[in-house]
């Protein structure tokens, strides 16, 4: 057999592999906005329902993403007209996107970077009567200049309950505020209860950390820190 009629077949195989997901479309906030205003779509908040009642995008359904047969009902969408997702940071809604797309939806659109940005870029949200504001470790602004600007360096950390990657480093966060103690103030504060400081500061997305001494900033990141990452940041106070 030709050597190229066996790398054909092969090569198509991996074409039509690698192009799965490919019919998600991307959106910033303000795109988003524009697209959801006019047509026959589907606009999904795959957030929890304690998410959504605190703030979603009016004319959204809810859908739990972290629940075992949300894959099922994720599915049971229409497929003659277009999906928009969005969640917090977008990444949840990235999944459910694709899940969509290799599943023959053509029209899918994620809010790339969640309602976290669209309530940056002050755009409306709906707040469900009775809904209950998370309070814990809520920061607002004026508390939050206060602490940054004391004679203790302060290192912190913004998260919320519903990531995956905060709730991993709570353990470590926890463990370095009893070793630290003495040295270095370790301050956990809730995005999602912190809003007014969230959207001041412009906090796109969570895990963030970020080091004060004397009302500067010396250090900021995004994303999962390992203990010698922080240790580093800690032992230059």
Request: charged share 25%; net charge neutral; aromatic share 10%.
């Amino acid at each position: 057999m030709n050597r190229f009629s066996i790398l054909l077949p092969l090569a198509a195989i991996m074409t039509s592999a690698s192009g799965q997901g490919q019919d998600v479309t991307n959106l910033t906030s303000s795109q988003f906005k524009d697209k959801i205003s006019s047509g026959t779509i589907t606009l999904l908040d795959v957030r929890t329902s304690s998410e959504y009642a605190n703030g979603h995008i009016k004319n959204a359904r809810q859908m739990n993403y972290y629940v075992l047969d949300f894959r099922k009902k994720l599915l049971l969408l229409p497929k003659d007209h277009p999906v928009f997702l969005y969640c917090n940071t977008g990444w949840r809604s990235k999944k459910s996107a694709e899940i969509l797309a290799e599943n023959g939806y053509n029209q899918v659109y994620n809010l790339e970077k969640g309602i976290m940005d669209w309530n940056l870029s002050n755009l409306p949200v709906v707040i469900e009567p009775g809904a209950k504001p998370d309070e814990e470790n809520k920061i607002e602004p004026d508390e939050f200049y206060a602490l940054i600007n004391s004679d203790d360096p302060v290192f912190i950390n913004f998260y919320a309950p519903w990531c995956a990657p905060c709730r991993k480093m709570i353990p470590l966060i926890d463990s370095l505020q009893t070793e630290y103690k003495n040295q270095v103030r370790i301050v956990k504060i809730n995005a999602d209860a912190s809003k007014n400081l969230v959207k001041e500061l412009h906090v796109g997305n969570v895990p963030y950390f970020t080091f004060y001494k004397s009302g500067n900033k010396l250090f900021e990141h995004y994303g999962i820190l390992d203990r010698k990452a922080i240790e580093r940041v800690l032992s230059n106070p």
